[in-house]
């Protein structure tokens, strides 16, 4: 369903090791953002009833039910750059991406 680059899983796996408490990382989708959809990254300690988890390069991933079609054959890789840093998401089911590139439609 997701996948991630090494990259990403290794700065995952670092937060994970300073993080209390926390199992792995939740991604979901919502409303809103430039293009339609916002993609939500954020530590998470417990899965939910009808989350999907997949186990990708060493990182555990949460998905709720209602972002799993939103997202299914992502990769997310994480980039640093002189001007900025961060997660870059490759949506294959994206029509649209904004500039900002964490909001699809």
């Known amino acids: 369903m997701i996948k991630l680059t090494e990259n990403a899983a290794a700065i995952m796996n670092v937060t994970l090791s300073r993080a209390e408490q926390a199992e792995g990382f ?3 989708v919502e409303a809103g953002g ?3 959809y916002k993609y939500l990254v954020g530590l998470e300690s417990v899965q ?6 997949i186990e990708t390069n ?3 991933v949460f998905v709720d039910a209602n972002s799993q079609a939103h997202i ?3 990769t997310i890789d994480f980039v640093t750059g002189p001007e900025t840093s961060g997660f870059v998401f ?3 089911n994206a029509h649209q991406n904004c500039t900002c590139g964490k909001s699809f439609g």
């Open 90 to 92: 490759d949506n294959p």
């Open 26 to 28: 939740r991604i979901a």
């Open 48 to 53: 939910g009833e009808g989350d999907a988890v």
């Open 58 to 60: 060493g990182v555990k």
């Open 72 to 74: 299914n054959g992502m």
């Open 34 to 36: 430039c293009a339609g």
